[in-house]
């Protein structure tokens, strides 16, 4: 089930909804109006572990001072 934020046209409140059905007719929690605007958010990528860490700088492999040692993908 998706989580969606929607901004309220007519106060400015951000409200964030868990959709079941795309029919459903969403209100403002702030002032009840129903002029919503669905806004852009990113989205949480999660492994088992935690947050998937992004790519790392530095050697041909990805890792710092990797190049040239024994073991290495780069080979030496």
């Known amino acids: 089930m998706p ?6 046209e007519s106060c400015g409140a951000i409200n964030e ?8 007719r969403l ?4 002032c009840q ?3 919503l ?3 852009m958010s990113a989205h949480n ?3 088992s572990s935690g947050p998937v860490a992004g790519p790392t ?6 890792s710092p001072n990797s190049c ?4 290495s993908c780069c080979g030496g």
């Open 3 to 8: 989580i969606y934020e929607y901004q309220c």
């Open 17 to 24: 909804y868990i959709v079941f059905d795309g029919h459903e």
């Open 27 to 30: 209100q403002c929690k702030a």
């Open 33 to 35: 109006g129903s002029n």
């Open 37 to 39: 605007r669905k806004l």
């Open 45 to 47: 990528i999660k492994g």
């Open 57 to 62: 700088g530095g050697g041909c492999c990805g």
């Open 68 to 71: 040239g040692t024994p073991g």
